[in-house]
């Protein structure tokens, strides 16, 4: 049970696109749609920003996207803005009704 | 409104014993799996263990296996984390979260506000 691989930090620049990668093995993301990513400002609970690799929840906004490619998944954040400097976290099922998730990467919004 | 409350968190020396609760409101409980992640100081989130929603089943990270139970009460809409043997690495923050819908693991659409557990002597 290894933790998703997610870089540690990514940044841009207000209006920007940015991309955050999470790989994981064929027993993880390459084996199910199950791909979800988490949102978490500092002292807060995370919040929920995609389901099911690329499905937004009520509330999101749509300059959130997921995808998956083979064993790694993506979350891109385009138009950036100051309110989306957060931890991120990828979560993938791992089979055996266990969860793994990211290590968690630190946008900032320079 | 989907609303989950922890409690029970505190600070107990390496060897103790801790049991956590998770209180929720505002959906159908039994029908829904819920989870306990828990987060270290400054480190990321870490899955600890599941209970389906009719409490027939129960998972558990390898991290913390054999020294956790996870339990509970439909009647309450009360979910348990009983932890023993606790260590200084169990220190950490231990939120609750409810799946997003039934039968899928690790889309957690709600998150109490956590219970931090701090082990130490």
């Known amino acids: 049970q290894s933790a998703l691989t997610q870089p540690a930090s990514v940044s841009g620049s207000p209006g920007q696109s940015i991309t955050i990668s999470c790989t994981g093995t064929?027993?993880?993301?390459?084996?199910?749609?199950?791909v979800s990513w988490f949102q978490q400002h500092p002292g807060k609970a995370p919040k929920l920003m995609i389901y099911?690799?690329?499905r937004r929840p009520s509330g999101v906004s749509n300059r959130f996207s997921g995808s998956k490619s083979g064993n790694t998944a993506s979350l891109t954040i385009s138009g950036l803005q100051a309110e989306d400097e957060a931890d991120y976290y990828c979560?993938?099922?791992?089979?055996?009704?266990?969860?793994?998730f990211g290590g968690g990467t630190k946008l900032t919004v320079i | 409104e989907v609303q989950l409350l922890e409690s029970g968190g505190g600070l107990v020396q390496p060897g103790g014993s801790l049991r956590l609760s998770c209180a929720a409101s505002?959906?159908?409980?039994?029908?829904?799996?819920v989870s306990w992640v828990r987060q270290a100081p400054g480190k990321g989130l870490e899955w600890v263990s599941a209970?389906?929603?009719?409490?027939?089943?129960?998972y558990y990270a390898d991290s913390m296996k054999g020294r956790l139970t996870i339990s509970r009460d439909n009647s309450k809409n009360t979910v348990f984390l009983q932890m023993n043997s606790l260590r200084g690495e169990d220190t950490a923050i231990y939120y609750c979260?409810?799946?997003?819908?039934?039968?899928?693991?690790?889309?957690?659409?709600?998150w109490g506000q956590g219970t931090m557990v701090t082990v130490s002597s």
């Open positions: 979260a409810k799946d997003q819908r039934p039968g899928v693991l690790g889309a957690f659409d709600n």
């Open positions: 505002g959906f159908r409980f039994s029908s829904y799996a």
């Open positions: 209970i389906s929603g009719s409490a027939s089943s129960s």
């Open positions: 064929s027993s993880d993301i390459g084996n199910y749609y199950l």
């Open positions: 099911e690799v690329s």
């Open positions: 979560c993938s099922y791992a089979g055996g009704n266990i969860v793994l």
